[in-house]
């Protein structure tokens, strides 16, 4: 019966190790809660007229303005529609082009000189994630004027941070043998790349541009905001008449082109893997 | 053996190797022709120049060196400046607290393998997904109509958006989880609230906790541009300089906007090994 035994200093010990991580945790979540309280008092309870919203009455009544849908809009709903899903796939395509040298550059073992390039694909790759769509489309429609291109634009530059990453950590985890082997039997350069490291990052790439796709939907419903016409623009103008109704349509169109983007990135995804 | 020799042993017309054979052959240049038609059509569509399209990189060059250099870096060390980069912080730091919250029980709810009731399943899902199909700039002009201009708008915004990103991250964790502390629980006769705390959540917490400081780097980068539509912020200063065509300043704070975001990028991933390390 010797194994039943328990031993006092190690039950001691370990309720003194659950106490220390529960004070830890308690700190933590002290600390977590004290800033919170400063964002709140010094954002919110600084920041908001609260006598301009009108109480809870007022705030019903602002949403009740939305409630009511302009049926009426729905012919002038198609072809924005369409203009929207269209802007996100070329800008998909545009954008694996444009990721196709970063991430060359940028994957360690392929890239064609580790001190100068290397870095500046790396900081493409950050570059292009860490500025917002919309401010890709302002630059876009300062350089190349209004309508669907700096819509196009702004997706592709977003879109090259997210592909382009994981495409170069693909191409970094590859086996090295078939490379080899190419090399072996007197490949060149562009048979090792097509023969040797497509095949190999096929499906992760594929897959993460489906993914990517998906999400360019969403963003290119919000090009027009700007600009850059779809059905953004529809939105914002719909806004600026304050007709509430109609801008329900358009987020219910938005709805819908993204639910249907999920359900055929989903079935693409599962054919792709 | 020469070489007169090796030829002289193949057959003449012999099958030559290719990657894909007959059938799958067809399928893929299919699928291709289908894929370019469809982009062709719609760059007809949509009216898109492509002499304007091949030139678009070298103009953007060429209108950034003309027009945005050298940019104003005086403007945005201003301390009205600072103090909206601080009000940026502090709204991304509500904005995804409120939504990591909220994400917790929508998510769980829209676990397929643990949720409590048949009805929470597609509440819990549409919940999600729709704060995840609309844009986080439709979200901030939506607020701004109904509670005026400022930061509760802005962090109202935000908080939609990490319910929508960090609500379908966590459901996929909790669906990853190990059925077994489930099981036994529920055989032991625990309600679905006793399963959620002692056999779900033990086995997700370290996930939680990475998830929920990747939500805030990326609301982050959300929360620099929701001031453009009157959300408060960096975003606020944005607008209003690119509506005067004040470039310089407008170069300055795009150039500020993403070295916070290299910033929080940083923190965000030095807090999410140590959430790791500490596992």
């Excluded at chain 1, 096929?202 to 016409?229: C, H, K, Q």
């Excluded at chain 2, 086995?203 to 001031?227: E, N, P, S």
Aim: positive net charge; glycine residues 10%; hydrophobic residues 55%.
């Amino acid at each position: 019966m010797a194994s039943l035994d328990v031993n006092p200093a190690a039950i001691s010990l370990q309720a003194d190790l659950r106490r220390r991580r529960f004070t830890k945790m308690g700190l933590i979540w002290l600390a977590v809660l004290l800033f919170i309280g400063w964002c709140v008092s010094g954002t919110i309870i600084a920041d908001t007229d609260w006598s301009r919203i009108g109480g809870r009455s007022g705030v019903l009544a602002s949403i009740g303005r939305y409630l009511t849908l302009d049926i009426g809009l729905f012919p002038e709903l198609i072809i924005p529609t369409l203009e929207t899903f269209m802007m996100a796939c070329v800008g998909t395509v545009l954008g694996c082009f444009f990721s196709l040298p970063v991430a060359w550059l940028g994957a360690a073992n392929v890239t064609p000189s580790k001190t100068i390039l290397y870095p500046i694909g790396r900081f493409l790759m950050v570059l292009s994630r860490s500025v917002h769509e919309i401010v890709w489309a302002l630059i876009f429609v300062s350089a190349v004027g209004l309508g669907a291109l700096p819509g196009i634009l702004a997706i592709a530059m977003r879109s090259v941070g997210f592909i382009s990453k994981i495409t170069a950590e693909a191409i970094e985890n590859i086996d090295a043998k078939p490379v080899e082997a190419i090399r072996a039997v007197g490949g060149n350069q562009f048979q090792v790349m097509y023969y040797g490291i497509l095949p190999q990052i096929y499906p992760v790439v594929l897959a993460t541009v489906i993914f990517e796709w998906d999400i360019n939907i969403r963003r290119s419903a919000v090009m027009g905001l700007v600009g850059a016409g779809g059905l953004g623009l529809l939105f914002f103008r719909q806004m600026n008449s304050f007709n509430y109704g109609g801008v329900s349509m358009v987020i219910l169109a938005i709805l819908l082109l993204i639910v249907l983007g999920e359900v055929i990135s989903h079935y693409l995804r599962k054919a792709v893997i | 053996m020469t070489e007169q020799a090796i030829t002289a042993k193949l057959p003449s017309n012999g099958p030559t190797w290719s990657r894909y054979r007959y059938p799958e052959s067809l399928y893929r240049f299919g699928t291709l022709l289908v894929v370019v038609l469809f982009l062709g059509y719609s760059l007809h569509f949509l009216n898109v120049d492509i002499a304007k399209l091949i030139g678009a990189l070298g103009r953007l060059v060429g209108v950034v060196s003309d027009r945005y250099y050298p940019p104003d870096l005086e403007y945005v060390l201003d301390r009205g400046y600072l103090a909206a980069i601080l009000d940026t912080l502090q709204m991304s730091f509500l904005g995804s607290f409120a939504g990591v919250c909220l994400a917790v029980p929508l998510a769980w709810f829209s676990a397929g393998n643990v949720t409590p009731h048949r009805v929470m399943f597609p509440v819990g899902r549409l919940g999600v997904i729709s704060c995840r199909a609309i844009h986080e700039t439709i979200w901030t002009i939506l607020f701004v109509s109904v509670l005026g201009f400022g930061m509760l708008a802005g962090v109202s915004a935000l908080t939609m958006f990490c319910i929508g990103f960090a609500g379908k991250l966590f459901a996929d964790e909790i669906e990853a989880i190990d059925m077994g502390p489930v099981e036994a629980m529920q055989s032991a006769g625990a309600n679905p609230l006793q399963v959620f705390l002692f056999a779900v959540v033990p086995q997700v917490r370290v996930a939680f906790t990475g998830i929920a400081i990747y939500t805030w780097d990326v609301a982050f980068r959300a929360a620099t541009v929701v001031g453009f539509f009157g959300g408060g912020g960096m975003g606020w200063y944005l607008k209003r300089n690119v509506q005067q065509l004040e470039n310089l300043r407008v170069a300055a704070i795009i150039l500020s906007i993403i070295a916070m975001v290299l910033i929080a990028e940083f923190l965000s991933g030095y807090l999410r090994s140590a959430v790791n390390r500490a596992k």
